[in-house]
């Protein structure tokens, strides 16, 4: 078969068979923070912040296709984009990804140590997070994308199917359910709903969902059609997970004063152990397994290629076009003549090594120590920063002559993209507040 015949669209039934990078994306970016934050907002409200939780869902799918639509319709990546909107955005994103990967890589270890301490006991939290990190880092270093798409989708499945299944065991009020869908903001919610409508679907692991699809093979707008697919696809699979979460969270720990800590989420399993047995317990710690090595292998892989497109970007002359040729540096696959080709090579090369041991070695020092408080506070307003960074940078690149007519946004993309700068902003200015205030 050809290169050409290879990489054409899929139509009909074999568009489902080419979901993929949608799943990985949306997967990634439900960590254990979303699971705690629905979980507490759970225990305080009820299902009365339902509607919030799917707010965020339909915002980050908003989201999601405004950087899919930018990949495929201006032929670069997301950081050729920024580089084009100037130096302070590359700048931004370069102390960005550099700090957020140092906390955030002790944090998904520790999520992944805290379900395999209590899975098999053994090792101290910190020693099975140590090996998680370890493992993470050589599936990363050894798979290509293909192999490493397999594997995160049966990840995916796990995660999925022992978290839903969890919600049918606990038999939810389907009234109060429907009640949750009304806006309602009982006293004292704001912070959960902010927290809900923002962390849910992920951050900085969005902006690599191009990435996978130039991996995978999707180039140009004739793509549109199928990233809109899969990106609907893996954030309705987020909405319903969410949804499945806070369910089990209401139902059992609902009136339960909970700290917003990856521990509660043990709380939880033997709260559930203890009503149904030990089999409830054991399906729930699995499901969280499954979340929190999807979150670290997403973030791995992905962030991983952001960095190593940074390092590109920063050393193009400024005010330079970048066309398809500033983006293969992570883009192409398996074969010298069609898509899939510099993706490997972006995954051997010293940038995206170098930072798969930025986010695993160096973290396990903070392991070992508590988080130093200034590290720990510039993180946290970076990490709020973000959010309407890649909400307004997108604005502005989806509505510039920089990508095909067809990509453009319409209104509805800049109402969703414009709530959701507006919404993050709102996110932003709370959190230095309360850090500040």
């Known amino acids: 078969m050809s290169t050409a015949e290879t990489f054409i669209p899929p139509t009909g039934k074999a568009k489902i068979r080419g979901l993929g990078p949608g799943l990985l994306a949306a997967a990634t970016g439900v960590g254990a923070g979303d699971l705690v934050a629905t979980m507490v907002a759970g225990a305080q409200y009820g299902t009365a912040l339902l509607w919030a939780a799917l707010l965020g869902t339909v915002l980050k799918l908003g989201l999601g296709e405004g950087v899919g639509r930018w990949h495929l319709a201006s032929g670069t990546t997301l950081l050729d984009g920024w580089r084009r909107l100037g130096r302070w955005a590359t700048g931004f994103f370069g102390a960005y990804i550099v700090i957020w990967g140092f906390v955030y890589g002790a ?207 920063i050393r193009l002359p400024h005010g330079k076009k970048a066309e398809l040729e500033n983006a293969q540096a992570v883009v192409d696959g398996d074969r010298a003549d069609g898509p899939g080709y510099k993706a490997a090579v972006a995954e051997k090369s010293l940038p995206f090594r170098g930072y798969l041991l930025w986010l695993t070695l160096p973290p396990m020092a903070l392991l070992f120590l508590d988080r130093p408080f200034a590290l720990t506070l510039v993180y946290g307003v970076l990490g709020s920063v973000f959010m309407p960074f890649l909400a307004i940078t997108l604005m502005l690149l989806l509505n510039s002559k920089r990508v095909a007519a067809e990509g453009r946004s319409g209104w509805l993309s800049n109402v969703v993209l414009g709530a959701s700068s507006a919404l993050f902003l709102v996110l932003l200015i709370t959190d230095l507040v309360e850090r500040f205030g």
Do not use: C
């Open 107 to 313: 944090t998904a270890m520790s999520a992944v140590g805290l379900p395999l301490n209590a899975l098999f006991g053994g090792l101290s939290v910190r020693y099975w997070a140590m090996i998680a990190g370890v493992v993470g880092l050589v599936l990363v270093w050894l798979q290509r994308y293909h192999v490493f798409e397999k594997f995160m989708t049966v990840l995916v499945l796990i995660k999925f199917v022992s978290v839903v299944s969890i919600a049918v065991l606990v038999s939810p009020d389907l009234g109060e359910l429907v009640k949750g869908l009304r806006f309602e903001l009982p006293e004292g919610s704001t912070v959960y709903v902010l927290g809900l409508i923002g962390g849910v679907g992920g951050t900085i692991t969005m902006a690599a969902y191009g990435y996978w699809m130039f991996a995978k093979g999707w180039k140009g707008t004739g793509w549109l059609s199928m990233m809109r697919l899969d990106n609907a696809v893996g954030y309705l699979m987020t909405g319903v997970f969410v949804v499945s979460m806070l369910i089990v969270g209401s139902t059992i720990l609902f009136g339960q004063e909970l700290t917003e800590s990856d521990r509660g989420l043990l709380v939880l399993g033997t709260e559930l152990g203890e009503r149904y047995g030990d089999w409830a317990r054991i399906l729930f710690l699995i499901g969280f397994l499954a979340v929190t090595s999807t979150s670290l292998l997403g973030v791995w892989n992905g962030v991983s290629l952001l960095f190593t497109d940074w390092t590109r970007a």
